[in-house]
């Protein structure tokens, strides 16, 4: 089944989203005001550093945000219809039907005191109204297609007698069972080994493909991204510094924080033993407070090329090359004043 779209062609639009947490030190400010753009089909990697706000946006589009959070402003348009907006019990029809979640860690997702059979056949009773029988028979369907072998005895077990592979594996064909339009995989490799890593990234886009879902890639990882992504949204102390297709983000990088992530990705070709010259780049500072964050723009206190205005202006993303678009004073020449 393809996923519907909207009107203007997209399967999902974030308008403007804000998402405050009020904390005893302060409102943090962790997403502040942004906006991007999903159409069928289509991966989208969101990638940062860890504080960037990255997870929490995509919590948001299942109403998931954790206390004391909440999303103070902004529209989520998923199938024209604005998710915000919604009641909880209209919220529970949406998540794992409509739109799945793929966690970063799957010990933490799959309850351990029931067998994996009892999970995932909740899920399809519950949305598609099928006996328990046919509930089973399609999660053992579903375990097969992501390359679990047994699949029925597999459905007996506990979560604990089983690896973080075949874990992930497990969560993957959770997020499938009722074929959704949007998958948002929040960091689904961070806990696995590098050779695991590579077979589940594989598995995910070989899926994506065959079930024509459109997925959101959460990672702080640019090769991850590189092989997975459509477009690529760079993100900043809860601001959206860059985003274009992934060719031209690697080819032409314009905001200095994607050059610098870029920067500080190991290379093939060069070693980084104790004794070589060679030394892994990192981005000096760390990502600042967002209870008081820096005024204009977030990342001129780490920003080897800021001017003296962009510590007072706040810049507005701007289209540099038809859909490439960056929120930075080199390119907009203006910007609101923070």
């Known amino acids: 089944m393809v996923p519907a779209a909207g009107n203007n062609g997209r399967l999902l639009e974030v308008k403007d989203l804000r998402i405050h947490f009020y904390t005893g030190s302060g409102i943090v400010k962790a997403v502040d005001g942004i906006s991007y753009g999903l159409k069928p089909?289509?991966?989208?990697?969101?990638?940062?550093?860890?504080?960037?706000?990255k997870t929490i946006s995509s919590l948001a589009l299942l109403r998931l945000i954790p206390r004391p959070g909440k999303i103070i402003s902004g529209k989520i348009l998923f199938e024209d219809e604005d998710l915000t907006a919604k009641t909880e019990t209209e919220m529970i029809a949406v998540r794992g039907k409509k739109i799945a979640m793929i966690f970063q860690n799957p010990a933490y997702s799959l309850n351990p005191i029931y067998s994996i059979g009892a999970q995932l056949g909740e899920i399809l009773v519950w949305h598609e109204k099928v006996s328990q029988k046919a509930a089973q028979e399609r999660a053992a369907e579903l375990l097969q297609l992501v390359?679990?072998?047994d699949p029925v005895s597999r459905l007996r077990?506990?979560?604990?007698?089983?690896?973080?592979g075949m874990k992930q594996r497990v969560c993957i064909a959770r997020a499938l069972l009722c074929n959704p339009a949007l998958v948002l995989a929040d960091e689904p490799t961070t806990n696995l080994d590098v050779t695991i890593q590579a077979q589940i990234l594989d598995l995910l886009m070989e899926l994506k493909n065959r079930f024509h879902m459109a997925m959101i890639?959460?990672?702080?990882?640019?090769?991850?991204?590189?092989?997975?992504?459509?477009?690529?949204?760079?993100?900043?102390?809860?601001?959206?510094?860059e985003e274009a297709n992934t060719k031209v983000i690697f080819r032409d990088p314009r905001h200095p924080y994607t050059k610098a992530l870029l920067e500080t990705m190991p290379r093939v070709d060069q070693s980084y033993t104790a004794d070589s010259r060679n030394r892994l780049v990192v981005i000096p500072g760390r990502i600042p407070n967002l209870v008081d964050p820096p005024t204009g723009c977030r990342f001129h206190?780490?920003?080897?090329?800021a001017m003296e205005e962009c510590s007072t202006i706040l810049p507005e993303p701007v289209d540099v090359a038809g859909g490439h678009t960056v929120s930075c004073l080199k390119y907009s020449g203006g910007g609101t004043a923070s």
């Open 41 to 53: 089909g289509q991966t989208l990697g969101v990638v940062g550093e860890s504080g960037s706000g």
């Open 147 to 149: 390359g679990i072998a």
């Open 157 to 164: 077990q506990f979560p604990h007698e089983l690896s973080g």
């Open 217 to 241: 890639l959460v990672t702080h990882d640019m090769g991850v991204v590189a092989r997975t992504a459509d477009r690529i949204v760079v993100m900043y102390a809860g601001r959206i510094c």
């Open 301 to 305: 206190p780490r920003c080897a090329v």
